[in-house]
Protein backbone atom coordinates (compact mmCIF):
# COMPACT_ATOMS: atom_id res chain seq x y z
CA UNK A 1 0.00 0.00 0.00
CA UNK A 2 2.90 2.37 1.11
CA UNK A 3 4.08 1.50 -2.75
CA UNK A 4 0.77 2.46 -4.28
CA UNK A 5 0.91 5.95 -1.67
CA UNK A 6 3.79 6.91 -3.16
CA UNK A 7 3.72 6.23 -6.59
CA UNK A 8 0.82 8.72 -6.71
CA UNK A 9 2.56 11.35 -4.95
CA UNK A 10 5.06 12.10 -7.56
CA UNK A 11 2.62 10.60 -10.43
CA UNK A 12 0.41 13.30 -11.89
CA UNK A 13 -2.90 11.44 -12.62
CA UNK A 14 -4.90 14.59 -13.47
CA UNK A 15 -3.11 14.89 -16.76
CA UNK A 16 -2.58 11.33 -17.98
CA UNK A 17 -5.38 10.99 -20.14
CA UNK A 18 -4.96 14.48 -21.89
CA UNK A 19 -1.47 14.66 -22.16
CA UNK A 20 -1.43 14.29 -25.96
CA UNK A 21 -3.54 12.42 -28.85
CA UNK A 22 -2.45 8.83 -28.29
CA UNK A 23 -4.27 8.92 -24.45
CA UNK A 24 -6.98 11.09 -25.52
CA UNK A 25 -7.76 7.42 -27.07
CA UNK A 26 -8.29 5.65 -23.92
CA UNK A 27 -10.79 8.64 -22.88
CA UNK A 28 -12.70 9.11 -26.03
CA UNK A 29 -13.10 5.27 -25.74
CA UNK A 30 -14.07 4.63 -22.40
CA UNK A 31 -16.55 7.42 -22.54
CA UNK A 32 -18.43 6.06 -25.48
CA UNK A 33 -18.85 2.96 -24.11
CA UNK A 34 -20.08 4.48 -20.53
CA UNK A 35 -22.39 6.65 -22.52
CA UNK A 36 -23.19 2.86 -24.58
CA UNK A 37 -24.22 0.85 -21.82
CA UNK A 38 -24.92 3.08 -18.59
CA UNK A 39 -28.73 3.83 -18.35
CA UNK A 40 -29.80 7.62 -18.02
CA UNK A 41 -30.25 9.08 -14.51
CA UNK A 42 -28.21 6.22 -13.06
CA UNK A 43 -27.06 6.04 -9.23
CA UNK A 44 -23.28 5.65 -9.78
CA UNK A 45 -20.74 4.92 -7.21
CA UNK A 46 -16.71 5.12 -8.50
CA UNK A 47 -14.92 3.54 -6.06
CA UNK A 48 -11.50 4.58 -7.63
CA UNK A 49 -12.41 7.62 -9.20
CA UNK A 50 -8.56 9.30 -9.66
CA UNK A 51 -8.49 12.88 -9.69
CA UNK A 52 -12.44 12.74 -11.01
CA UNK A 53 -12.30 12.90 -14.96
CA UNK A 54 -14.68 10.12 -15.18
CA UNK A 55 -17.12 11.00 -12.28
CA UNK A 56 -17.55 14.38 -13.29
CA UNK A 57 -18.27 13.56 -16.95
CA UNK A 58 -20.91 11.11 -16.01
CA UNK A 59 -22.43 13.96 -13.35
CA UNK A 60 -22.77 16.00 -16.26
CA UNK A 61 -24.45 13.29 -18.38
CA UNK A 62 -27.38 13.76 -16.09
CA UNK A 63 -25.88 10.88 -13.29
CA UNK A 64 -26.17 10.90 -9.91
CA UNK A 65 -22.02 10.54 -8.94
CA UNK A 66 -20.37 9.42 -5.94
CA UNK A 67 -16.67 9.54 -6.50
CA UNK A 68 -14.07 7.83 -3.84
CA UNK A 69 -10.43 6.59 -3.93
CA UNK A 70 -8.11 5.54 -1.72
CA UNK A 71 -5.41 8.55 -2.11
CA UNK A 72 -6.18 11.50 -0.10
CA UNK A 73 -4.06 13.94 -2.70
CA UNK A 74 -6.80 12.67 -5.57
CA UNK A 75 -9.42 13.02 -3.05
CA UNK A 76 -8.24 16.17 -2.07
CA UNK A 77 -8.46 17.31 -6.31
CA UNK A 78 -11.21 16.51 -6.80
CA UNK A 79 -13.00 18.39 -3.51
CA UNK A 80 -11.24 21.64 -4.52
CA UNK A 81 -12.27 21.01 -8.29
CA UNK A 82 -15.18 23.76 -9.61
CA UNK A 83 -16.59 20.66 -10.79
CA UNK A 84 -16.94 18.77 -7.12
CA UNK A 85 -20.55 20.25 -6.63
CA UNK A 86 -21.83 18.25 -9.14
CA UNK A 87 -21.26 15.03 -7.17
CA UNK A 88 -23.32 13.84 -4.50
CA UNK A 89 -20.55 12.90 -2.28
CA UNK A 90 -16.34 12.55 -2.24
CA UNK A 91 -14.75 10.56 0.30
CA UNK A 92 -11.55 8.12 0.83
CA UNK A 93 -12.53 4.80 0.71
CA UNK A 94 -10.57 1.15 0.29
CA UNK A 95 -12.79 -0.68 -2.70
CA UNK A 96 -11.62 -4.04 -1.09
CA UNK A 97 -13.81 -3.64 2.07
CA UNK A 98 -16.43 -0.78 2.16
CA UNK A 99 -18.54 -1.24 5.48
CA UNK A 100 -20.35 2.66 4.96
CA UNK A 101 -21.94 1.37 1.47
CA UNK A 102 -24.37 -0.58 1.89
CA UNK A 103 -25.74 -3.34 0.11
CA UNK A 104 -27.80 -2.97 -3.00
CA UNK A 105 -27.61 0.94 -3.58
CA UNK A 106 -25.96 1.22 -6.83
CA UNK A 107 -26.98 1.31 -10.17
CA UNK A 108 -23.32 1.31 -11.59
CA UNK A 109 -20.27 0.79 -10.12
CA UNK A 110 -17.11 1.69 -11.66
CA UNK A 111 -14.01 0.10 -10.47
CA UNK A 112 -11.43 1.47 -12.54
CA UNK A 113 -7.94 1.32 -10.64
CA UNK A 114 -8.32 -1.04 -7.51
CA UNK A 115 -8.16 -4.38 -9.30
CA UNK A 116 -4.99 -3.62 -11.27
CA UNK A 117 -3.31 -2.38 -8.45
CA UNK A 118 -4.02 -5.24 -6.50
CA UNK A 119 -1.19 -7.84 -5.75
CA UNK A 120 -3.29 -11.12 -4.88
CA UNK A 121 -6.06 -12.97 -7.03
CA UNK A 122 -7.70 -13.42 -3.19
CA UNK A 123 -7.81 -9.57 -2.78
CA UNK A 124 -9.24 -8.91 -6.52
CA UNK A 125 -12.44 -11.57 -5.82
CA UNK A 126 -12.72 -9.38 -2.24
CA UNK A 127 -12.95 -6.11 -4.85
CA UNK A 128 -15.16 -7.08 -7.21
CA UNK A 129 -17.06 -8.69 -4.41
CA UNK A 130 -17.46 -5.56 -2.55
CA UNK A 131 -18.36 -4.13 -6.02
CA UNK A 132 -21.19 -6.42 -6.58
CA UNK A 133 -22.02 -6.56 -2.79
CA UNK A 134 -23.48 -2.32 -3.03
CA UNK A 135 -24.71 -3.02 -6.65
CA UNK A 136 -28.60 -3.14 -7.01
CA UNK A 137 -29.76 -6.43 -8.58
CA UNK A 138 -29.06 -6.17 -12.33
CA UNK A 139 -26.92 -3.24 -11.40
CA UNK A 140 -23.74 -2.57 -13.39
CA UNK A 141 -20.02 -3.46 -12.88
CA UNK A 142 -17.57 -1.96 -15.15
CA UNK A 143 -13.93 -2.83 -13.99
CA UNK A 144 -10.41 -1.22 -15.55
CA UNK A 145 -7.59 -4.01 -15.83
CA UNK A 146 -4.60 -4.04 -17.79
CA UNK A 147 -3.26 -6.65 -20.50
CA UNK A 148 -0.10 -8.34 -19.58
CA UNK A 149 0.71 -9.04 -23.20
CA UNK A 150 0.65 -5.09 -23.42
CA UNK A 151 3.15 -4.48 -20.87
CA UNK A 152 5.57 -6.72 -22.24
CA UNK A 153 5.40 -5.89 -25.82
CA UNK A 154 5.36 -2.38 -24.83
CA UNK A 155 8.36 -2.89 -22.10
CA UNK A 156 10.27 -5.43 -25.27
CA UNK A 157 9.88 -2.30 -27.63
CA UNK A 158 11.82 -0.02 -24.63
CA UNK A 159 14.24 -2.59 -23.64
CA UNK A 160 14.17 -6.43 -24.99
CA UNK A 161 16.75 -7.87 -22.47
CA UNK A 162 14.98 -6.71 -19.48
CA UNK A 163 11.59 -7.26 -20.64
CA UNK A 164 12.64 -11.11 -21.51
CA UNK A 165 13.81 -11.46 -18.11
CA UNK A 166 11.50 -9.37 -15.74
CA UNK A 167 8.84 -12.19 -15.91
CA UNK A 168 5.57 -10.14 -16.38
CA UNK A 169 4.89 -12.17 -18.88
CA UNK A 170 4.31 -14.87 -16.48
CA UNK A 171 3.11 -13.07 -13.61
CA UNK A 172 1.64 -9.92 -14.27
CA UNK A 173 3.74 -8.20 -11.20
CA UNK A 174 4.75 -4.78 -12.86
CA UNK A 175 5.97 -2.51 -9.78
CA UNK A 176 2.40 -1.40 -8.33
CA UNK A 177 0.47 -2.65 -11.32
CA UNK A 178 -0.58 -5.94 -11.92
CA UNK A 179 -1.31 -6.82 -15.23
CA UNK A 180 -4.36 -9.55 -16.16
CA UNK A 181 -4.59 -13.17 -17.91
CA UNK A 182 -6.02 -12.55 -21.41
CA UNK A 183 -9.59 -14.58 -19.94
CA UNK A 184 -8.93 -13.39 -16.30
CA UNK A 185 -12.00 -11.33 -16.40
CA UNK A 186 -14.35 -13.55 -18.06
CA UNK A 187 -13.34 -16.91 -15.52
CA UNK A 188 -13.74 -14.38 -11.86
CA UNK A 189 -17.44 -13.30 -13.75
CA UNK A 190 -18.62 -16.56 -13.94
CA UNK A 191 -17.21 -17.73 -10.85
CA UNK A 192 -19.29 -14.44 -9.26
CA UNK A 193 -22.04 -15.26 -11.07
CA UNK A 194 -22.03 -11.87 -13.23
CA UNK A 195 -23.39 -11.77 -16.33
CA UNK A 196 -20.71 -9.99 -19.13
CA UNK A 197 -21.95 -7.27 -21.14
CA UNK A 198 -18.67 -5.74 -23.30
CA UNK A 199 -14.83 -6.32 -22.79
CA UNK A 200 -13.42 -3.37 -24.71
CA UNK A 201 -9.48 -2.90 -25.54
CA UNK A 202 -9.69 0.82 -25.04
CA UNK A 203 -6.29 2.09 -25.37
CA UNK A 204 -5.38 -0.10 -28.41
CA UNK A 205 -1.86 -0.05 -29.44
CA UNK A 206 -1.07 3.49 -28.05
CA UNK A 207 2.16 2.92 -26.56
CA UNK A 208 3.27 0.49 -29.53
CA UNK A 209 2.29 3.21 -32.15
CA UNK A 210 2.42 6.44 -29.44
CA UNK A 211 4.66 8.48 -32.28
CA UNK A 212 2.31 7.57 -35.36
CA UNK A 213 -0.82 8.24 -33.60
CA UNK A 214 0.44 11.98 -31.99
CA UNK A 215 1.81 12.71 -35.65
CA UNK A 216 -2.15 12.86 -37.02
CA UNK A 217 -3.81 15.84 -37.80
CA UNK A 218 -7.15 15.74 -36.44
CA UNK A 219 -8.99 14.32 -39.54
CA UNK A 220 -6.49 11.80 -39.28
CA UNK A 221 -6.96 11.09 -35.60
CA UNK A 222 -11.05 10.87 -36.36
CA UNK A 223 -10.51 8.21 -38.85
CA UNK A 224 -8.08 6.25 -36.84
CA UNK A 225 -10.72 6.66 -33.44
CA UNK A 226 -13.11 5.15 -35.95
CA UNK A 227 -10.98 2.20 -37.12
CA UNK A 228 -10.42 1.43 -33.21
CA UNK A 229 -14.29 1.57 -31.67
CA UNK A 230 -14.87 -0.85 -35.10
CA UNK A 231 -12.13 -3.18 -33.89
CA UNK A 232 -11.56 -2.85 -29.85
CA UNK A 233 -14.19 -5.79 -29.30
CA UNK A 234 -11.92 -8.07 -30.99
CA UNK A 235 -10.11 -10.19 -29.04
CA UNK A 236 -6.93 -9.65 -31.17
CA UNK A 237 -7.04 -6.44 -29.88
CA UNK A 238 -8.41 -6.52 -26.50
CA UNK A 239 -5.30 -8.48 -25.82
CA UNK A 240 -3.05 -6.59 -26.94
CA UNK A 241 -4.98 -2.82 -25.49
CA UNK A 242 -2.75 -1.95 -22.48
CA UNK A 243 -5.91 -1.37 -20.91
CA UNK A 244 -8.87 -3.12 -21.30
CA UNK A 245 -12.57 -2.28 -19.47
CA UNK A 246 -15.29 -5.12 -18.79
CA UNK A 247 -18.88 -4.29 -18.67
CA UNK A 248 -20.62 -7.20 -16.77
CA UNK A 249 -24.29 -7.24 -15.14
CA UNK A 250 -24.98 -8.18 -10.97
C1 LIG B 1 -4.61 5.23 -12.77
S1 LIG B 1 -5.77 5.83 -11.60
C2 LIG B 1 -7.28 5.80 -12.56
C3 LIG B 1 -8.28 6.83 -12.12
C4 LIG B 1 -9.59 6.82 -12.89
N1 LIG B 1 -10.47 5.79 -12.38
C5 LIG B 1 -9.35 6.61 -14.37
O1 LIG B 1 -9.67 5.53 -14.90
O2 LIG B 1 -8.83 7.52 -15.01
C6 LIG B 1 -6.05 4.50 -10.46
C7 LIG B 1 -6.73 4.95 -9.19
O3 LIG B 1 -7.12 3.83 -8.41
C8 LIG B 1 -6.97 4.19 -7.04
N2 LIG B 1 -6.93 2.97 -6.22
C9 LIG B 1 -6.00 2.00 -6.23
N3 LIG B 1 -6.31 1.04 -5.34
C10 LIG B 1 -7.47 1.40 -4.75
C11 LIG B 1 -8.31 0.82 -3.76
N4 LIG B 1 -8.00 -0.36 -3.18
N5 LIG B 1 -9.43 1.46 -3.41
C12 LIG B 1 -9.76 2.65 -3.98
N6 LIG B 1 -9.01 3.26 -4.93
C13 LIG B 1 -7.88 2.64 -5.32
C14 LIG B 1 -5.67 4.97 -7.04
O4 LIG B 1 -5.52 5.73 -5.88
C15 LIG B 1 -5.83 5.81 -8.31
O5 LIG B 1 -6.46 7.03 -8.05
Known sequence: MNNLM???????????????????????????FLKKYIPQNSEIFDCCAGTGHYAFWLAEQGHAV???DLVQKHIDIMAS???????KDIFVCNSINMPNIKDNSYDVVLCMGAYYHTHSSAE????????????KPDGILVVAYINRNAVFLNHFKRDPDTALSDGVINT??????????????????????????ANIGTSGQIYILMNEINDLNTQQFNEFFNYHLRVCQEPSIIGNSMHGLYFAKK
Open 124 to 135: REQIISECIRVL
Open 81 to 87: SEKAKLL
Open 66 to 68: TAA
Open 172 to 197: GENGVFYASDFNELDCLCEKLKLTPI
Open 6 to 32: NYYETHNESERLFSDKAHQLEWLTTTH
